[in-house]
């Protein structure tokens, strides 16, 4: 067929695929699906699906191998594979008729859900995913195998491994079942509860009387657990196999090599984060219609563009068009109060009631009320204590030399690039931000070294409020690590810049720096906690990377307080610094055997992860909102715990904390509204059409964006020197969005590999390494990776978004964008681009 309709796709890769179909038949459906799904294979597709019908009656249930080996007969159930099949609201029904559709099929049609992710991989890699098609299209053939798969999966609920509850039940606590009783119930809501009041205990419970009353009805139940972040995925999986026994679980994260479509016939409970969710939603790989159950973790995040909120849009979309939705369960410490500072109790009622709407939680928030005397007792709340000290002094020697480099260096600037903000403010940054990005579209002459003056600055005034914080010893390391120009591409400004540089360096060394008041409170705070209670734990909470290691070696670097406090840090997946879910498991594993008794940790901790119970908490000049600082006081659930705020007098730290603190407790009296008067549906129903309406909107902006400028207009150039790195139409982008340069001119005279010097290589996504980092030929710009494709031998430049200017050749226009998804213009898909 492929060769006499002259097909496109009759190349050496299909070929691949057809000869592993050949040999087993169940595999032919997908492929015939797949084909379904692009407008090159669909007549391909419909041909095959009509061929499956006339020869079903004449193909015996039995095919020998060697009858396999000269024809190729398809065995499929032709009543499980009506197109036009839809799924009854009613459970219990639609099991009935399932089973009835495919008594007379299952002998010759068991295997369909077995296929592996190789396989499936296999197939991606032939034929990419096509966005443009028609939700009619897409549903044409998918909902087909999807309801076929449900049906099938209910007739093999018998064969799956029996499973119980073995947490002991005397140890289930009164409000923890108060809690679950919604949920036991079948109803969509919202628990909430404090940090470490057994959420996950609450939700096993849950999930576990839903499997059970699925099997009861002959149906599969299949569970999907969603997290927030990577390292939460494992902790959870392992926590649902301590309560639920027999039960298969996996986790599946952004760094998993397993789809969730594919693992999810195999498996009871799949815990994944939300983008790998989303990504497999937006691909129309897995439908809502596949869960039976869907558990939302931290669900406060349900909100603006978040994965979280992606995820219930889809959720939301199915539901307006009938189809068969999952029970919808959400957990989460506090609600929040929502964006600005107005704390009106009818502004935070709708905050929450918009989160209500956006999980469908028909029923509400539920929280403690009947119970509330043994949660108290349980976790009892740790006494606050604010510490607001006064800045350090901003005229001492080290503050005076970087300001002065700072004045020369804005002075090169034009005039209508005049800073007005204080040095010492994140406001500052984000004024060197936005003013790269209008270097970045400007067409002037000196547009790099603008960038490099900019640059500086940043580098400067991020020493300043290093100072401000922590040590001088700290600000230092942030400018003995610039990377100065290479002197073989350098400009004269550059060269400039070099000697301004070294010129600080000899300044500011030697220079000892003042006392830090910030930083003595901390120790007068550490050194009265650990003297009197020298078995405790505590956890030291910073705003970056960076500052975790600033603390321990402060801790280490004092001999007093060393020898109270062992220090170590432990941080999540950032571009500065990465830990993996085994060296962060393996830190707490050494913080609960008493090894170290401090964890300088960023917002990492605040949810979610397992740590023991902390006798203390600090939280060090962290800007956040109500809902962190809750999760974070969460932690200090020790007797007699204590939790610490240390920030600077007057400042914008000082000023969000005094708002959270009042927000925080307008949201706890909302959320306890909610959970005795219930929502209203109709208000739930007018909010979720708002959602859809402006998910639509979004989309059709988003498309018509794309089709803004065509590729063959538009040029990459360098961010910072202009260089015209390579045109738009020769980028292609892989399922996993990353966009690379399949050519060679580019690599050899537009870029130049470097190594990442002293810094730790990237542990592998998947089979993706990113060994090497690639730089601008002309000035050194990091303008991406050397991306490394184990299994399939694929070498190419992976390009960051941001790294580049945008220009229309054709309009003269210029554009600028964060993400690949957001530019101007379609990228071709890599396998699209390897046909051509």
């Known amino acids: 067929m492929l060769v006499r309709d002259q097909n496109v796709l009759a190349g050496k890769s299909l070929r691949r695929v057809c000869r592993t179909v050949a040999d087993d038949h169940d595999k032919l459906k997908v492929l015939a699906d797949v084909f379904m799904r692009f407008n090159e294979t669909r007549s391909l597709g419909e041909k095959l699906l009509k061929c499956y019908r006339t020869k079903l009656s004449k193909v015996e249930p039995n095919v020998s191998q060697s009858s396999q080996a000269t024809n190729v007969h398809v065995l499929v159930p032709s009543s499980s594979w009506e197109l036009s099949t839809q799924i009854p609201d009613d459970k219990s029904t639609y099991s009935s008729e399932m089973q009835r559709d495919q008594a007379n099929a299952t002998e010759t049609y068991e295997s369909q859900q077995a296929m592996t992710s190789k396989e499936m991989e296999i197939d991606k890699r032939t034929i990419p995913v096509v966005e443009e098609l028609s939700e009619v299209q897409r549903s044409s053939v998918s909902e087909g195998i999807k309801q076929d798969q449900v049906g099938k999966e209910s007739q093999a609920s018998e064969a799956t491994e029996s499973f119980s509850f073995i947490f002991p039940e005397d140890k289930i606590r009164e409000y923890q079942k108060e809690l679950a009783r919604p949920g036991l119930e079948g109803k969509n809501y919202i628990i909430c509860a404090p940090t470490g009041s057994g959420k996950t205990l609450i939700a096993a419970l849950i999930i576990y009387d839903h499997l059970d009353k699925m099997k009861e009805r002959g149906i599969k139940g299949k569970v999907l657990f969603i997290v927030s972040t990577q390292q939460l995925a494992r902790q959870q999986n392992t926590k649902l196999r301590e309560y639920i026994s027999g039960i298969k679980v996996v986790d599946i994260t952004g760094e998993s090599d397993s789809p969730i479509h594919s693992t999810l016939p195999q498996v009871d409970i799949i815990v994944c984060t939300a983008g790998k969710l989303c990504g497999e939603l937006c691909h129309d790989l897995i439908h809502m219609y596949d869960i039976t159950l869907l558990v939302l973790d931290e669900c406060h995040h349900t909100r603006g563009r978040a994965p979280y909120a992606e995820v219930m849009e889809h959720y939301l979309t199915d539901k307006r068009n009938g189809r068969r939705l999952p029970h919808v369960i959400g957990m989460t410490a506090s609600p929040g109060a929502g964006h600005g500072r107005s704390l009106l109790k009818v502004k935070v009622i709708d905050h929450q009631v918009r989160l209500c709407a956006r999980i469908d939680a028909t029923h509400g928030i539920k929280c403690v009320q009947e119970n509330i005397t043994e949660l108290n007792k349980i976790l009892p709340t740790p006494s606050f204590r604010s510490h607001s000290l006064p800045p350090r002094s901003r005229n001492d020697h080290f503050s005076q030399v970087i300001s002065k480099a700072m004045d020369d260096l804005e002075q090169k600037l034009p005039d209508k690039t005049i800073c007005a903000f204080d040095r010492f403010t994140l406001a500052y940054q984000q004024w060197i931000k936005s003013e790269i990005e209008a270097a970045q579209l400007s067409e002037m002459d000196s547009q790099r070294d603008q960038i490099n003056i900019l640059k500086f600055l940043e580098v400067y005034h991020l020493a300043l ?42 300044n500011v060394n030697g220079i000892k720096g003042s006392r830090n008041a910030l930083l003595d409170e901390a120790e007068v705070i550490l050194m009265n906690h650990f003297r009197t209670k020298p078995a405790s734990k505590a956890l030291f909470f910073v705003r970056s990377v960076d500052h975790t290691r600033y603390v321990t070696q402060w801790i280490k670097r004092n001999p007093e307080l060393s020898a109270l406090v062992r220090p170590c840090s432990i941080t999540g997946h950032s571009r500065k610094a990465s830990m993996s879910k085994a060296e962060q498991l393996k830190v707490i594993g050494e913080f609960r055997s008493g090894k170290y008794n401090l964890l300088a940790t960023t917002s990492v901790l605040e949810e979610g992860l397992d740590v023991p119970e902390c006798n203390m908490v600090i939280r060090f000049q962290i800007m956040s909102d109500e809902v962190a600082d809750v999760q974070a006081q969460g932690r200090a659930r020790a007797a007699d715990s204590t939790f610490h705020t240390i920030i600077t007098t007057d400042s914008p730290v000082h000023h969000r904390l005094l708002i959270n603190n009042d927000k925080t407790e307008q949201a706890k009296l909302a959320a306890e509204h909610i959970s005795k008067v219930g929502v209203d549906l109709s208000t739930i129903a007018i909010i979720q059409k708002e959602i859809l309406e402006l998910r639509e909107k979004r989309i059709r902006e988003a498309n018509e964006r794309k089709q803004t400028w065509r590729a063959e207009d538009v040029e990459l ?4 020197c202009a260089l015209n790195a390579c045109n738009a139409a020769e980028l292609c982008k892989f399922d996993n969005g990353s966009v690379v340069v399949p050519s060679q001119t580019f690599v050899e005279t537009k870029m130049k590999k470097v190594s990442r010097g002293s810094k730790k290589v990237p542990p592998p996504v998947g089979e993706f390494y990113r060994p090497l980092k690639i730089v601008c030929i002309k000035c050194n710009e990091e303008w991406g990776v050397w991306g490394i494709w184990k299994n399939s031998c694929i070498q190419y430049p992976v390009l960051q978004c941001k790294k580049f200017t945008f220009y229309n050749k054709a309009t003269l226009e210029r554009q600028v964008s964060k993400q690949w998804k957001s530019v101007p213009f379609e990228i071709t898909f890599f396998a699209n681009f390897e046909d051509n």
């Open 465 to 506: 409020i290093t100072y401000e914080d922590f040590e001088i010893e700290n600000a230092r390391d942030i400018l003995d690590n610039v990377k100065l120009f290479d002197e073989s591409v350098m400009n004269d400004m550059e060269k400039h810049l070099n000697e301004v540089h070294n010129q600080v360096l000899v």
């Open 717 to 720: 150039h360098c961010s910072k």
